[in-house]
């Protein structure tokens, strides 16, 4: 109630600008978000933390080799095309899903359109899968 002007103030006029702002917001972030489509092999590096990386419009299997694990790397695959996509391992890493563990230099793959997974390194030398996967994926 508005005193002032005698009136009524109704809430949801009070409440759509801290809306509208948060709408904002979360399209802001979602724009931000980054997916690589790569057709052939490809170092990922470092800038590519936290981005989505597919072989969208590949004609063969993709390989992309991890970069060292160092704590705080998290990277995003996702299965366009019905080709491997592998993510390989460097030197002595090796990559966990579940009780499996791939050998040192080991890969995981998978051909399957809609497979998704997340590596995500937790200390040097091992990368895991914190839960967020879809489709079965083979480690080697």
Same mark, same amino acid.
């Given at each position: 109630?508005?005193?002032?002007?005698?009136?009524?103030?109704?809430?949801?006029?009070?409440?759509?600008?801290?809306?509208?702002?948060?709408?904002?917001?979360?399209?802001?972030?979602?724009?931000?978000?980054?997916?690589?489509?790569?057709? $052939? =092999?490809?170092? #990922?590096?470092? &800038?590519?933390?936290?981005?989505? *990386? +597919?072989?969208?419009?590949?004609? @063969?299997?993709?390989?992309?080799?991890?970069?060292?694990?160092?704590?705080?790397?998290?990277?995003?695959?996702?299965?366009?095309?019905?080709?491997?996509?592998?993510?390989?391992?460097?030197?002595?890493?090796?990559?966990?899903?579940?009780?499996?563990?791939?050998? $040192? =230099?080991?890969? #995981?793959?998978? &051909?399957?359109?809609?497979?998704? *997974? +997340?590596?995500?390194?937790?200390? @040097?030398?091992?990368?895991?899968?914190?839960?967020?996967?879809?489709?079965?994926?083979?480690?080697?």
């Amino acid at each position: 109630y508005s005193a002032a002007n005698n009136r009524r103030i109704d809430a949801k006029y009070l409440l759509k600008p801290i809306q509208d702002e948060v709408l904002n917001l979360i399209a802001k972030a979602y724009a931000e978000e980054t997916t690589l489509d790569k057709t $052939a =092999a490809y170092p #990922v590096v470092a &800038a590519d933390n936290k981005k989505t *990386i +597919t072989n969208n419009g590949a004609g @063969a299997q993709v390989i992309l080799t991890l970069p060292a694990a160092t704590a705080g790397k998290e990277f995003h695959f996702y299965v366009a095309a019905a080709f491997n996509l592998r993510m390989l391992a460097v030197g002595t890493d090796t990559i966990r899903l579940g009780a499996t563990v791939s050998a $040192a =230099a080991g890969y #995981v793959e998978n &051909a399957v359109i809609g497979s998704f *997974i +997340t590596l995500r390194c937790l200390h @040097a030398g091992l990368w895991i899968c914190p839960g967020r996967l879809m489709g079965a994926w083979t480690v080697v």
